[in-house]
């Protein structure tokens, strides 16, 4: 059984960082894409990040392009999201979420499993 499940949201200023996680089990980094999506209030849920072998590293957003960075440890089969600068538009919940194929797709129709979601807000 695959699980997701996402951490490390929480409340921080304009201009601060935080590192979101996403711990799996049960899920092969090597055969299957991964990314972040996110949610803000009376908003679409959006594609922000994905990651797929061999080494994709995809930033969706335009306005985090130079802000967000996605990684993972295979060691410990953990997903990451580090976000700087952040900014009042990037305030939402975060998901992460798989494919049970490799590539990555900016479609939420395209993942199969989704994490509970983790709160990020930036205050002005």
């Known amino acids: 059984e695959v699980q997701l499940q996402a951490s490390g949201g929480g409340l921080v200023q304009i201009g601060g960082s935080l590192r979101l996680s996403c711990a799996t089990s049960?899920?092969?980094?090597?055969?299957?894409?991964i990314a972040w999506f996110r949610q803000a209030p009376g908003k679409e849920r959006e594609a922000v990040a994905c990651?797929?072998?061999?080494?994709?590293?995809?930033i969706y957003a335009d306005s985090a392009k130079d802000r967000f960075t996605i990684s993972t440890d295979s060691a410990t089969h953990t997903l990451y999201l580090q976000m700087d600068k952040l900014e009042p538009e990037d305030t939402a919940v975060y998901f992460c979420?798989?494919?049970?194929?490799?590539?990555?797709?900016?479609?939420?129709?395209?993942?199969?499993?989704w994490g509970q979601g983790t709160q990020v807000t930036v205050s002005s």
């Open positions: 979420a798989g494919r049970s194929y490799v590539g990555c797709s900016k479609s939420i129709q395209m993942y199969d499993y």
């Open positions: 049960g899920f092969a980094f090597a055969d299957n894409a």
């Open positions: 990651f797929s072998r061999p080494e994709i590293r995809l």
